[in-house]
């Protein structure tokens, strides 16, 4: 008996590990909603700031230019 006792964990243990995945997965949804709130709120911004416009709604920034750095330099 104690054979089987070391090569199959009680079922308490068999739930622990499934809650803590349960865990891991409604962290990682959590930082995915997270993430596109701050995405839709960024986007949000930039309609807003760019309204009425006919380009579309971009959130990243375009790289510095040769003509910012020589501002940037002076």
């Known amino acids: ?3 089987w006792n070391r090569t199959h964990p009680p079922a308490a243990a068999h739930s622990d590990a499934a809650r803590k995945g349960g865990d891991e997965a409604n962290r990682r949804r ?33 790289p510095p230019g040769a003509s910012d750095r020589r501002k940037r330099d002076a």
């Open 30 to 62: 959590k930082q995915r909603e997270k993430r596109k709130a701050e995405l839709d709120r960024r986007l949000d911004r930039g309609l807003e700031e760019t309204f009425p416009g006919s380009d579309p709604v971009a959130v990243t920034q375009p």
């Open 1 to 3: 008996m104690d054979e």
